[in-house]
């Protein structure tokens, strides 16, 4: 699913390199094209298919012959997973875009409209996000090909980035229209980068993303109508091409140029399974002559390379994983990822809304510790109890000390209140020493370090008191 544009036209900051680009490629395939249309130098491919059905392609990838296949993809492998395509009447992106009030559906995609009028585009952006999506079957048939050598690139239309859910490295992929994955401020200026993640909060917040750099509007790096194609298609369609074993072609149309020409730069042997809900990609006369002919023959008697499957794609993927004695390995693929998928959703509700599942835990955790105390973390609460303690004696300390002292010593410290003078802080000293007494009680080591400890005038794990010492008979030294 995506916006997509004839090569050649305005590209913002990166035309000069991709147009340079771009330019080469297109000239070669015009060339390439124009002469296999009017018959100049072209010979007649070899027939590798024993038939042209679906058991003919899957023998085929059995044998050693196959060994690269590279996939075209477009909107239709996606339908599956709750997205909309673009040109299915009545439920086609296309047809449903009356409420935004557009002077023609394709103007949603347009760089020059959006320029002027981006509301539209995000508005429907909220829609089309990258969401909890789940691949579909077709997704996992071709990281199944990955899994067994044999995929070679996938050549995809889809802004969705469902092919990188499903588990594809970019490496692997080529997106030809671009992706929501990544996104950069408009300004030619600026060009400030963002990721996912920054602009699905803006978008789900029905905001038009400003850069935070220049307040120039942020695009996602899809392609529109007046855009180039980014230069990875032209660097890597060159040589992939060339080399192919196989063509599946899945879920498009192949009406959107140049992505529909590619399945003309493939050598003239090379098989190509078309799993599409109807035929298409077939030769046009005047197209051909142009340089965008898809020249695929399914029908005629010089037929000998082209095999339509026609229904829905998933459906498709699965009869050749079949015939392919995949069919299981597939399908627990999709259920074991779909299911990952579902529990990292779950887990991210859950953190969402602050854990409501964990409710039975939370009580102790808001009541402030001392349940947790309960638990057996001595260390941690008699480290606790201490702070407690020396934030209390920051208060009243020449008020909460001596009482304690004097009584033991029997007698009236020089210098130091008389215990009747300090009988409120005594008391208050009482009260903050009762959770270092159960920290005590927790800890035998260290209360018997504390009872040896006592006549030198300290409590355990205290620094040694200010003020006069006191020998072991009671007198002032």
């Not at 990166?14 to 010979?43: D, H, K, N, V, W």
């Not at 296949?69 to 909107?75: E, R």
Request: aromatic residues 6%; contains cysteine.
């Amino acid at each position: 699913m995506s916006a997509e544009d004839a090569p050649g036209a305005e590209a913002g900051d990166e035309a000069e390199p991709e147009g340079g680009a771009a330019g080469e490629a297109e000239m070669e395939l015009l060339r390439s094209l124009l002469a296999r249309t009017l018959g100049l130098g072209s010979e007649p491919g070899e027939r590798v298919l024993d038939e042209l059905s679906l058991p003919g392609v899957a023998r085929f990838m059995r044998s050693e012959r196959c060994r690269r296949v590279v996939c075209m993809v477009g909107a239709g492998i996606s339908t599956a997973a709750g997205i909309p395509d673009f040109r299915s009447p009545g439920t086609g992106l296309y047809a449903n875009l009356a409420r935004y009030e557009l002077p023609y559906p394709e103007a949603i995609f347009d760089i020059s409209y959006f320029k002027e009028h981006p509301e539209p585009f995000f508005a429907l952006a909220k829609e089309l996000l990258p969401g909890q999506l789940k691949p579909t079957i077709c997704h996992y048939f071709m990281r199944l090909l990955k899994e067994k050598g044999l995929l070679l690139r996938c050549y995809t239309q889809n802004i969705d980035t469902l092919e990188r859910v499903a588990g594809l490295e970019p490496e692997e992929l080529v997106e030809a229209h671009g992706t929501f994955y990544t996104s950069h401020c408009t300004r030619a200026s600026c060009r400030q980068p963002y990721g996912l993640s920054w602009m699905k909060e803006r978008i789900l917040s029905s905001l038009v993303p400003k850069c935070e750099k220049c307040q120039g509007v942020v695009k996602p790096d899809i392609v529109f109508f007046g855009e180039s194609l980014p230069s990875r298609f032209f660097t890597l369609l060159q040589s992939d091409f060339q080399k192919v074993d196989l063509l599946l072609i899945m879920g498009t149309s192949l009406q959107v140029q140049p992505f529909a020409s590619l399945v003309s730069r493939v050598p003239a042997s090379t098989p190509r399974l078309l799993i599409n809900k109807e035929k298409t990609g077939q030769s046009d006369p005047l197209m051909s002559l142009m340089g965008f002919g898809c020249g695929m023959d399914f029908d005629s008697d010089k037929a000998y390379r082209d095999v339509a499957w026609l229904g829905d794609c998933d459906q498709g993927c699965l009869e050749l994983a079949e015939l392919l004695g995949w069919k299981e390995e597939l399908q627990e693929l999709v259920r074991k990822e779909h299911a990952a998928i579902d529990a990292k959703a779950r887990g991210g509700d859950e953190k969402a809304s602050g854990g409501p599942q964990k409710a039975g835990g939370s009580p102790k955790k808001a009541g402030g510790g001392p349940k947790k105390a309960g638990g057996g973390n001595e260390e941690g609460l008699a480290s606790r109890c201490r702070k407690v303690f020396w934030e209390t004696q920051r208060v009243g300390k020449k008020k909460a000390e001596p009482r304690r002292t004097a009584v033991k010593m029997g007698g009236a410290q020089p210098g130091r209140t008389p215990p009747a003078a300090n009988q409120l802080g005594g008391r208050a000293n009482g009260r903050a020493a009762r959770p270092i007494r159960r920290a005590r009680r927790a800890d035998s080591q260290e209360r018997r370090r504390a009872q040896s400890r006592r006549w030198a005038g300290r409590r355990p794990g205290w620094p040694m008191r200010r003020g006069p010492r006191l020998s072991g008979g009671g007198a002032a030294q």
